[in-house]
């Protein structure tokens, strides 16, 4: 018998653990953190009125007042905390069910990916446009509605696409993986990250879209651009492919066969793109005039659901089961919104999220708006690893960013734009991210090729990130 051990290999802990222990972790601040709070006021903005803490007028409270009231957290508030966490974040994870659900009746469809593969189709003979014009459609996705598992399918469509027009398997992976992630980084109207951070801070009617469309227009250029050079690069000399060797036995494994992509394109599956098309018209529209916030976004998200399901040809039973599964599929992300709210909760009630608050003030006290908020893009990169999660990110930061980035005298926004930056570029190299995971996966590419193939250019997106972040923070409230 061998008497090598095996040694156990280091795993983090779900995050639904990490924010538990956070629960507990509040809970043991309560009990030495001095208590506190701030003067709040209402302000007007340009998204609406908001209360927010007053500079300056920071004042610590007992632990225990006249009446006996006790803010230190004991056992029964952590173990109450999640369902309290949930109560409070009711609106948030309500949200993300029905888009959850409404996402599915349009996957259920297949006119996403319908489309797609009528477009790779047309394009499979003119080489090069297929980069552009995929990576643009894939981007806007990204930046809408959060495409991220939904490109899946096209990894399997693009590899033997792309080997057999003279690419290697790294441009199909940066095509199907690039195109949604530069979107998802330059978030305009995605519900995953800005719309759910907003929400959380209290921001309506998303007063930065309009600098939001410029980030994402630039991050997809540069992508697209990026990936353009490295296929040029690699067609006119195989051997340079990082992949080139592995290649050689994933051609023989994808063959290049046209029903890969021969999926038909019907009139119900066009009408169905056109209907979620002019939803998110309709969404963009809403929050730039009449500044809507999760209510009406989710009855335009709900209505495009039930009018993509009844054009598509989807029957009662179909659209309901469809929505029952997608709701299933995002639980996940919404009970983590919950619980981490949990964590606000048992801070709130031992009322050390303002003590907190004013000592990180006092600590940053005269740092210019660009470094403080590079210090926030690097802890939120920083816990990405452990959360890659937007929405969860979200739920777990948001509370304590926008509210310090205000007392900071940063608008609050710059909070929602680095969550948006810091932790897709972040996920875009992290081994915890599952779709970079299962997207290399599916190429048969490992870590080390694709690090070295993209690090220069991930630096590049990360100073615009910081850059981005900065620019939004020094606008007008």
């Not at 030495?32 to 302000?43: A, L, N």
Request: charged fraction near 15%.
């Amino acid at each position: 018998m061998s008497e090598t051990k095996q040694k156990k290999k280091f795993e983090l802990p779900h995050v639904y653990t990490i924010a538990f222990m956070l629960i507990i972790l509040f809970a043991v601040l309560t009990w030495v953190v001095p208590s506190g709070q701030f003067e709040r006021q209402t302000i007007s903005t340009a998204a609406g009125e908001r209360d927010v803490a007053v500079a300056g007028t920071y004042a610590e409270v007992p632990k225990v007042d006249e009446e006996g009231n006790d803010l230190r957290q004991g056992i029964d508030a952590v173990l109450m905390a999640p369902t309290r966490g949930i109560q409070a974040a009711g609106d948030v994870v309500a949200f993300v069910l029905l888009i959850g659900g409404t996402f599915a009746i349009i996957t259920k469809t297949n006119a996403i990916n319908a489309g797609m593969s009528r477009v790779i189709r047309r394009l499979k003979n003119k080489d090069i446009l297929i980069i552009p014009i995929v990576m643009l459609l894939l981007s806007i996705g990204g930046t809408t509605f959060g495409m991220s598992e939904e490109a899946l399918p096209f990894y399997a469509i693009f590899m033997p696409i792309m080997m057999g027009l003279g690419y290697d398997s790294m441009t199909a992976f940066m095509i199907c993986f690039m195109g949604p992630q530069v979107g998802y980084c330059a978030s305009t109207v995605n519900p995953f990250n800005v719309l759910i951070a907003q929400g959380i801070a209290g921001i309506e009617g998303n007063p930065q879209l309009w600098f939001r469309f410029i980030q994402w227009g630039i991050f997809t250029v540069l992508g697209i651009a990026w990936v353009m050079l490295y296929a040029r690069r690699v067609k006119k000399a195989p051997e340079s492919s990082i992949t080139y060797q592995d290649d050689l036995i994933k051609r023989q494994e994808f063959s290049v066969n046209d029903s890969d992509i021969d999926v038909p394109f019907t009139t119900r599956q066009k009408l169905a793109l056109l209907i979620f098309a002019a939803g998110m018209g309709l969404i963009v529209w809403g929050l730039v005039t009449n500044g809507w916030y999760m209510d009406e976004i989710s009855m335009v998200f709900l209505g495009i659901g039930l009018l993509a399901g009844i054009v598509g040809g989807l029957s009662e039973k179909e659209m309901a089961e469809s929505f029952v599964t997608g709701m299933q599929d995002f639980a996940y992300a919404a009970v983590i919104i919950g619980i981490a709210r949990g964590i606000l909760v048992v801070a709130e009630g031992g009322m050390i999220i303002d003590t907190i608050l004013n000592s990180m003030v006092n600590l940053l006290a005269g740092v210019p708006t660009a470094v403080f908020t590079s210090m926030m893009y690097v802890v939120q990169s920083l816990l990405t690893i452990l959360i890659p999660s937007s929405s969860g990110l979200a739920a777990l930061t948001i509370p304590v960013m926008a509210p310090l980035t205000e007392l900071m005298g940063v608008n609050p926004e710059a909070s929602v734009t680095c969550l948006t930056f810091a932790n897709q570029i972040m996920n875009t190299v992290s081994p915890t991210a599952g779709m970079t995971v299962a997207g290399l996966a599916v190429c048969k590419i490992s870590f080390p090729q694709w690090w070295k193939t993209c690090w220069k250019f991930v630096l590049v997106l990360t100073v615009l990130g910081l850059v981005f972040t900065a620019i939004s923070g020094m606008l007008p409230v």
